[in-house]
Antibody, heavy 123, light 105 residues
């Protein structure tokens, strides 16, 4: 069974750094695009970016202006989302998302979601 | 591409037919997905490429449309269908989601 297991909730102060993780299992981790979607209360779901673990080819959403970095360690079947400088507006639930069925020539939809990691940034 | 869902809330009875609409600001061909999110849970894929039912999803869920207008229909609402439903276009980067439709009984 395909699964995505995310790291636990985090409480941070503005200006701090943070790396959250997501471990995939039950499928060929290196050979499927895996990424992140943010959900903030009362706001739309926001796609942040996606990575192909085999070669670390990464596609980022311009909406996040380079404030986050997505990386993957295929030896650990794990993808990461990293901030160097958190802001209060980064508070939200971050979902790890897997794309295994996207047709060639299109962008991505997500057939598996992790359980979510709640990030709270507050002074 | 902006995705607009309507209505934002729908109240219906068990057994009712429920229809949710999703409109795209530009044509996205067939490249539209629908997700179901129950309270406190992650979204779950229901339908992709407008009308393809994800494995294990009940057949009372159907999707249709093309271009800029799409619908998700629940043919006979069940208590387990209480959730918020989101559409998502995957025609162009960045992929974008609708604002959600909450289905209540």
């Amino acid at each position: 069974e395909m699964q995505l297991a995310q790291s636990v909730a985090e409480v941070k102060k503005p200006g701090e750094s943070l790396k959250i993780s997501c471990q995939g299992s039950g499928y060929s981790f290196s050979n499927h695009w895996i990424g992140w979607v943010r959900q903030r209360p009362g706001r739309e779901l926001e796609w942040m970016g996606i990575i192909y673990p085999d070669d670390s080819d990464t596609r980022d959403s311009p909406s996040f202006g380079g404030r986050v970095t997505i990386s993957a360690d295929k030896s650990l079947n794990t993808v990461y989302l990293h901030w160097t400088f958190l802001m209060a507006s980064d508070s939200g639930i971050y979902y790890c998302v897997l794309s295994t069925k996207t047709p060639a020539g299109t962008e991505y939809f997500f057939d598996l979601w992790g359980q979510g990691t709640l990030v709270t940034v507050s002074s | 591409i902006q995705m607009t869902q309507s209505p934002s809330i729908v109240s219906a009875s068990v057994g009712d037919r429920v229809t949710i609409t999703c409109r795209a600001s530009q044509r996205v061909r067939y490249w539209l997905a629908w997700y179901q999110q129950k309270p406190g849970k992650a979204p779950k894929l229901l339908i992709y490429s407008t009308s393809q039912l994800e494995t294990g999803v009940p057949s009372r869920f159907t999707g249709s449309g093309y271009g800029t207008e799409f619908t998700l229909t629940i043919s006979s609402l069940q208590p387990d269908d209480i959730a918020t439903y989101y559409c998502q276009q995957f025609h162009s980067a960045p992929v974008t989601f609708g604002g959600g439709t909450k289905v209540e009984i």
